[in-house]
């Protein structure tokens, strides 16, 4: 192979190199913001790390590809904004493609999955206060016994 001539792919060491750059990059800011909810308690540890295990691993692949469309981008032009093209599409559509619809429960099966859609608009609360009421009898809430 001529000095001048381009290979079509970068070496194998710099695709690694670029992925390992993109799982160190997602794993960090994966981490913090997922640190940032599990302290708010809005979702558990176990969960936290699988999110930062996922976020890890897509962009460490999202990284390697994206060092993959930009050699093949310096070394043919034409075709490379095509490849460019391609991996961007691909990379959006797997990144926001929607999770698997649920399955159809039939009567006979079990309902332990609470459909959002059949819950109420405006769940009773459960104050102190509105549990004192409830604790004296419906006369102490105004009605009648």
């Known amino acids: 192979m001529d000095q001048t001539e381009t290979s079509p792919l970068p ?3 710099t695709v690694v ?3 390992a750059f993109g799982a160190v990059l997602g794993g960090v800011t994966s981490g913090v913001m997922e640190a940032a909810r ?3 308690g809005d979702i558990t540890s176990r969960q936290a790390v699988e999110h930062v295990a996922k976020n890890t691993a897509q962009s460490a692949v999202t990284m390697a590809i994206a060092s993959v469309a930009a050699h093949v981008v310096r ?3 034409i075709f490379g904004y095509i ?3 391609g991996a961007g599409v691909g ?3 797997m990144l926001t493609a929607p999770k698997k619809q649920a399955r ?3 009567d006979d099966e079990d309902r332990s999955v609470v459909d959002p859609t059949d819950l109420p608009e405006d769940p009773p609360t459960t ?3 509105a549990a004192k009421t409830a604790a004296r009898g419906p006369a102490a809430a105004g009605k009648p016994a």
């Open 38 to 40: 599990v302290r708010h």
């Open 104 to 106: 159809k429960v039939n």
């Open 91 to 93: 990379a959006v559509m």
């Open 75 to 77: 070394a043919h032009p």
């Open 17 to 19: 190199q670029a992925g």
């Open 127 to 129: 104050t102190a206060k």
């Open 11 to 13: 070496p194998l060491d």
């Open 83 to 85: 490849a460019l093209a």
